[in-house]
């Protein structure tokens, strides 16, 4: 099944805009799950709302609760909170840079691939690549997805981008309060020496594929065998159970738009122009995008 992207959109870096699609960059199906199943009759646990004292509740009557003190609830209506949702905007510009080691680890959440819309944006999203993959840079902007605004880092990942989602600052916990029992003593120079000569020793290229997930392997395995099994029991039941946006015009006289960012960067004139005055022309059909290679 052909992967779907959950967003798309318009790749800004100042004056020059790219048509891009944003793919998850994991896989969910990767790791078992389980459905609650009742044993004795086979059926689907369901899950009803209820409130102490009175049972089963209507939906309709349900609102979303702000905890502002210790017991005491603010009540919203939930149309309220719908309606202050962000637009999805189509959008995501680049409005600075960072070197790709001054983002510390804490604050990256999930990453998505970045892949050109269509054959027309590929020069531009070339550029935009080769351009971070030599300044060893990292672009910081923030797209909007399923009605919330996200602090995003874009950065070269083989041919093509990975975007990452980050946390904002006051999503971070202070780690003083929890670090600050540990004493700040100089290690015993014997033992530090052992324990570097280990770190030496097992140091290596990282290769992910040489990490297993033992836990997934051993439930795995369970399965099969169950499967395989005819003692195992068997039920059936009756249970049944991105973002869109066009591509927009295509960046055409990509060097003029360039060196325009450029000088209004610097807050110049905008440069002469060598090129041919850009024609506006309507991006071609959305054809199935081509298999990049893994990151």
Known sequence: MAARPIWKGQLRLSLVSIPVEMYSATKTGARISF???HGP???PVSYQK???GIGPIDAGDIMKGFEYEKDQFLLIDPESVEEIKLETKKTLELVQFVDACEISPLYFNKPYYLVPADDLAEDAYRVVRDALRETKMVGLGQVTMRGKEYLAAVKPCGDGLLLETLHYADEIRDAEPLFKDIEDDTSDSDLLEVAKSLITRKTASFKAEAFKDNYTLALKDL???KTRSKSTKRVRTD???GDSGGSGDNVID???ALKQSLAKAEGGKPAA?????AETRKAPARKAPSKKKSA
């Open 41 to 43: 009759s086979g059926k």
């Open 239 to 241: 249970d049944s159970s």
């Open 35 to 37: 459905r609650q199943i």
């Open 50 to 52: 209820t409130v102490p």
């Open 223 to 225: 399965i099969d065998r």
């Open 254 to 256: 990509l060097m003029a």
């Open 273 to 277: 122009r060598s090129a041919p005055k």
